[in-house]
């Protein structure tokens, strides 16, 4: 079974940055440079929830009924657009990973990020943080079967 996420990123809020009786907006982004991948695997059994991890030191691990085939590896994100040196909070969310072509029962959760509760921009107003997370199977009974599947990933960056 082949599984990759592909990660579509949010950006809520805009920021405004005031001096004296200027006020300047910047244009915020949040940059996808590496997608986070949970690599190729396959499930043997979905009589039970099975995990694999991609964490930020990428020893990627798996418990249950999960086979690591080809490892993943863990995301690599850019803010940009905001005050230098500035602190930035960090919050991830994301949705049920699904295939392209299988029933609705047959679906991928990912049940933990790790993350960087904060990060400080630089002098230029950009910091780089990386994204690993926790992927679990359904444990619903239904097999998988061989597909790729995607879901999305909304990161959500506050000023501090």
Known sequence: M????????ALIGAV???????????????QELEPLSFGTFVVTSNAAASTLTVPLNGAV??????????PGNRARYRVGGLPGNTIVGIDINSLP??????PASQFFQITA???PL???TNASGEAIF???????TSGNGVP???????????ITATLQ
Do not use: K, P
């Open 2 to 9: 082949r599984c990759v996420t592909t990660a579509i990123v």
């Open 144 to 154: 998988y079967t061989n597909n790729t599947y995607t879901g999305m990933i909304d």
């Open 97 to 102: 990973l699904f295939g392209a072509t299988v």
């Open 16 to 30: 405004a940055v005031a001096t004296a009786l200027v006020t300047s907006v910047r244009a915020q982004t949040v």
């Open 113 to 115: 990020f790790s993350h």
């Open 130 to 136: 990386f994204v690993g997370a926790t992927l679990s």
């Open 61 to 70: 691990s798996s418990t249950g009924n999960l086979i690591v085939l080809v």
């Open 118 to 120: 904060t990060v400080t």
